[in-house]
């Protein structure tokens, strides 16, 4: 029985030493640019991403901790879905459901993009993201900050912190935007901006990005 116990012990350690590899802020826009059927698209095709197999798994994988942040203008962000473990498939489809049926908080208001980052880079403080080994805020936007806190002191504030920033540029109005958020927004470890042409292609990249975040990948998907 002993040697039983021990055994036991040794085949269940490495479990229990299992930690949270990411956790993820998903940061969507939803400032008054994104009409009523391109806030459909986005949490649509946000959900649809996160119920593929391999954004799925890779979340799972991972362990990860993934917050839903609703942004718009200053003093406007709100947490939609508060961190959320994804340790197993289940879970991965409870959260996605989630995503799906999110209403929308605000319709009429600016662009705020540094406020978004200083929102989710203070989520991090919560015991449950805190513990986890790396830290991503995963933006997305149609257009530049055009009201609130600089983008550029909050992109300092994060590389100080060790965070990751990414963003998905959806370029619907605003030719060029990756470049905006590219060089104002992101940072960290293996940073990067998407670009999406319009709402339409926001899925499409939206798993990309998902897929290239989750799983430390480095390789370009433009």
Do not use: H, N, R
């Given at each position: 029985m002993r040697l039983l116990t021990i055994t036991l012990v040794t085949i269940l350690a490495p479990l229990r030493l299992w930690a949270c590899e990411l956790a993820l802020v998903l940061a969507v826009d939803i400032s008054g640019s994104v009409e009523r059927s391109e806030y459909d698209l986005q949490m649509q095709g946000l959900a649809a991403a996160l119920q593929d197999g391999a954004v799925s798994e890779a979340l799972v994988n991972a362990q990860a901790q993934v917050m839903l942040l609703q942004w718009t203008g200053a003093g406007r962000q709100?947490?939609?879905?508060?961190?959320?473990?994804?340790?197993?498939?289940?879970?991965?489809?409870?959260?996605?459901?989630?995503?799906?049926?999110a209403p929308r908080r605000w319709r009429n208001f600016s662009t705020a993009v540094g406020e978004a980052m200083a929102v989710s880079l203070a989520a991090f403080d919560a015991p449950d993201a805190a513990a986890c080994k790396r830290h991503v805020i995963d933006i997305s936007g149609d257009g530049p900050s055009n009201e609130g806190i600089d983008p550029l002191d909050m992109r300092a504030a994060a590389l100080s912190r060790n965070v990751t920033i990414n963003a998905l540029a959806i370029e619907n109005e605003e030719?060029?935007?990756?470049?905006?958020f590219r060089a104002n927004v992101?940072?960290?470890p293996g940073a990067f901006a998407l670009r999406a042409a319009d709402f339409e292609e926001y899925q499409t990249r939206i798993r990309q990005k998902l897929i290239r975040e989750i799983t430390k990948q480095i390789a370009s998907l433009e």
């Open positions: 709100i947490v939609s879905i508060p961190w959320t473990p994804i340790t197993d498939f289940i879970q991965a489809d409870a959260f996605a459901a989630q995503v799906a049926e030719p060029g935007l990756v470049d905006y992101i940072t960290g």
